[in-house]
């Protein structure tokens, strides 16, 4: 499987892209929000979601049939940004179950600013 490729349907909100990628009993567990998706679920949570999506894939790690992602999801204009790590199981080249942990980003918490400690990552 085309780990970018995947990444590119998703976040051009292509549905007809992204179904091949998954086998049809794949379920999909975003954990933040505690919710867990068909796949017909999540193409149209990530297609019917409002706005204009871009992002980069800023790491790719691959164990056997287990593939980890962190990508950098964002707003073309800029207003949103989030980081969404994803672990994708595979199987015969298709996706069975995926987890997802997204977060939006943002500073530091005041109580740690405060504290001085930490520094900007970029």
């Known amino acids: 499987m085309n780990i970018q490729d995947f990444w590119d349907a998703v976040l051009k909100q292509d549905a007809d892209r992204i179904r091949p990628f998954f086998r049809e009993d794949a379920h999909i567990n975003w954990h933040c929000t505690n919710e867990r998706f068909t ?3 999540y193409i149209r949570a990530n297609c019917e979601y409002p706005g204009e999506w871009d992002g980069k894939i800023e790491r790719i790690e691959t164990i056997g049939n287990l ?7 964002f707003a073309k204009d800029r207003s949103i940004s989030c980081h969404v790590v994803s672990f994708l199981r595979t199987e015969k ?3 069975a179950a995926m987890d997802e942990y997204w977060g939006d980003d943002g500073e530091a918490p005041r109580w740690r600013r405060e504290m001085g400690i930490g520094v900007p990552i970029r």
């Open 39 to 41: 796949v017909e679920e």
């Open 67 to 73: 593939t980890v992602t962190a990508v950098n999801v």
């Open 93 to 95: 080249e298709r996706i």
